[in-house]
């Protein structure tokens, strides 16, 4: 287990200060922040239930379920039983880009509601997958990259946030097929 814990800060320390540079630590404390992307996420789920039809309109609900979920999972459930302390706090030699969060590292509440996100609009709109997952990947990353997640915190949530999403999309799923099923006329003699 020593030697896992040993990989993951090596790597953290690779991506934090040996990937460093102006550009990045510009961009990543940006990134990073998710009061810079809250409002175009509430302008794109509020255009999806006015302007998306059906689809989108159930889209919107599916997200704020599996979000809502996929946010207590992380931070109500796993990141009090683990209580893994940040790099920020007991790594020497890292650089910290923005503000000591005091909950606890693991798993990545911004990698699990991202990959969610992700992977729920993903199955929703193929089309556009490469970017979802590129974005995910990149606010994901960006939380290795300020300072304030190992890379296998960052991992952990986004397999959480994609496991809740895939199980929201195969839940919804059935539930539509079966109203689909209750709505067509069954055949078969009627007396």
Not at 12 to 31: E, H, K, Q
Not at 34 to 59: Q, V
Not at 113 to 142: C, D, E, H, Q
Request: aromatic fraction near 10%.
């Amino acid at each position: 287990m020593n030697a896992l814990l040993e990989i993951d800060k090596a790597v953290f320390l690779f991506i934090n200060r040996s990937l460093a540079n102006p550009v990045s630590d510009f961009l990543m404390p940006l990134i990073t922040e998710e009061d810079h992307y809250r409002i175009p996420i509430l302008i794109i789920w509020a255009a999806l239930i006015l302007f998306g039809g059906r689809k989108g309109a159930m889209t919107a609900v599916l997200s704020a379920l599996v979000l809502g979920i996929d946010d207590q999972i992380v931070n109500f459930w796993i990141k009090p039983m683990v209580g893994r302390t940040r790099p920020c706090f007991i790594v020497e030699g890292m650089r910290l880009l923005i503000d000591q969060p005091n909950s606890p590292s693991y798993p990545s509440s911004h990698a699990a509601n991202m990959a969610a996100m992700a992977t729920l609009f993903s199955g929703r709109y193929p089309r556009w997958k490469a970017v979802f997952i590129g974005t995910a990947a990149l606010i994901a990353y960006s939380r290795i990259a300020v300072g304030v997640h190992y890379p296998s915190d960052v991992l952990a949530g986004a397999a959480v946030g994609t496991a809740v999403a895939w199980l929201g999309l195969c839940i919804s799923s059935r539930v539509a097929r079966f109203w689909k099923s209750r709505k067509t006329p069954q055949s078969g003699g009627n007396p």
